[in-house]
Structures are given as C-alpha cells and as structure tokens.
C-alpha cells in the first residue's frame, strides 16, 4: 500500500487515505481481511485518480477497534460516518465480497453519505443454512492464539483469501496479525463473523445509485447467474478467483472506471 499516514477516527475506525480532490474513492475490504489487500490496486489509484481515497479497516478487523455491535448497520454506519468527516464531494464506493455488501447498505442513503455509484466484485450472494451456521459457529469461538508469528500469518492469508498470493514476509502479510501476551493471533475478532446472515440479494438491491456487479472467472463464491439477477451486466475478470483486486488489479480498475461513466 502507498506509504499514507492512516488515521482512527472517533468511532475507533482506522483508515488510510489520499489523493486529492473533490471525488472521493472509499475501498471496503472483505471478512476476515483489511485495508492492507488494495495495497496493488492503490498503486493504480495513486496514478489514475483525480480525487481523494480512503481505505478503512472494517470494525473487527486489521488497525480498527475489536469490539461490536458487528451487525452488517454497524459497518454501514462506521463508514458513513468517516465519509462524512471528509469534505463533500461526490463518493464512489467499492466493495470486495462482504464489503460489496456494505457499500450497498451506504448506498441506500439511509446513513447519510451522498453515494454516486458502487462498484462490488466477489459478493457471495447466496448463503445456504449449513454455511450461515458455520459462520456463527465461529463468531462463538475466541480466536486462536500461536507460539510464532508465521503460524498467525498462515492462518491469516487463508482467511483472507491470499494464501498463495500474497508472500508471508509482505506488510500486507504483516498487517493481518497482531501480537497478544506473548503469542500471535489473526487481526479480527471472530465476532465480526456474526454479521453473516440477512439476504445479500436483498441488501444489493438496497442500494439507491448505480450499482455493479462483477467477480473472477474463478471465483467458487459467486457465479454469473447470480449476479445477473441484480446486475444484468455483470461481468467476470478472466482466469483469477475470488481476491480479483489482487490477482488482476488493472482489469478491476476498469470495472471500477466503467462504473462511473
């Protein structure tokens, strides 16, 4: 990520940001991920965008406060509420699976912000019974603690969909784990799994602007079909998975330019 002083706001929210402008670019992470994983996206922000950005570690997650309520509102409002604190101006909204979800409940205007448009990739937009239960299984359990700081960082890439991707001495990597009495955990609070569980469909639906849909070719959580539905043209980026941001940053950055025309 661009060396950019991060900041916490009231709310205990940390992001990073910067640009200049008038626009502002608000990136919205993934579960069990933080602000860290647009680290190769914003290198193309930092020379295409004539505008400001801001990148927030979601409550629960990364640099931001561990504690609830973790309701998908609760993330709405955080962001909201930094958006807010920001000068006015027209805001675009990306979202990456979970945080897709959330830029669409911001889009709503039920929080505030005036929203222009949203642009997510990677929402699972259908949850079955048995994989609903599974998260609130694990936002029951406190998160496991390891004798060394390569053992969190395994589990962190894995959660975060960067195993494979992202190499385990990178800051990106470093940013997903912190040190506690001792031992080392993953940077969220499995609490934050317990936002799982309203209809996605409805929540995209939700959103008030233009909203976009597209997801990588390989992507096992959400298909075409799927994403039709709400967005008839939806769109895949050829031959990468779920983290497209990672994989194929500068087709995702069209996706997000194509968004606001």
Not at 49 to 71: I, K, N, T
């Amino acid at each position: 990520m661009p060396s950019t002083p991060g900041r916490t706001s009231e709310r205990r929210i940390w992001a990073a940001r910067g640009g200049d402008g008038e626009r502002l670019l608000v990136l919205l992470h993934g579960m069990g991920a933080n602000a860290s994983v647009w680290e190769r996206l914003l290198s193309i922000v930092e020379r295409s965008w004539s505008g400001r950005w801001l990148a927030p570690d979601l409550r629960g997650h990364g640099r931001s406060v561990r504690e609830g309520p973790y309701g998908i509102g609760a993330h709405a409002a955080d962001v909201a509420a930094l958006v807010e604190a920001e000068a006015p101006g027209p805001v675009t909204l990306v979202g990456h699976s979970f945080g897709g979800a959330v830029a669409a409940l911001v889009a709503t205007g039920w929080f505030g912000p005036r929203v222009s448009g949203v642009a997510a990739f990677g929402v699972k937009i259908e949850w079955t019974e048995p994989e609903i239960e599974k998260a609130r299984s694990l936002a029951e359990h406190p998160a496991p603690a390891f004798a060394t700081r390569e053992e969190a960082t395994e589990r962190y890439l894995r959660i975060s969909g960067l195993a494979g991707l992202a190499d385990q001495s990178s800051a990106t990597a470093a940013a997903g784990v912190i040190a506690v009495d001792g031992r080392f955990q993953v940077a969220m609070d499995p609490r934050a799994y317990g936002a799982v569980g309203p209809s996605i469909a409805g929540l995209l639906r939700l959103a008030a602007v233009p909203l976009r849909l597209a997801a990588g070719e390989r992507d096992p959580m959400v298909t075409l079909e799927q994403m039709q539905r709400i967005d008839p043209a939806a769109q895949l980026f050829a031959g990468v998975g779920h983290n497209a941001h990672w994989e194929a940053p500068d087709g995702v950055w069209q996706f997000i330019v194509g968004g606001m025309r």
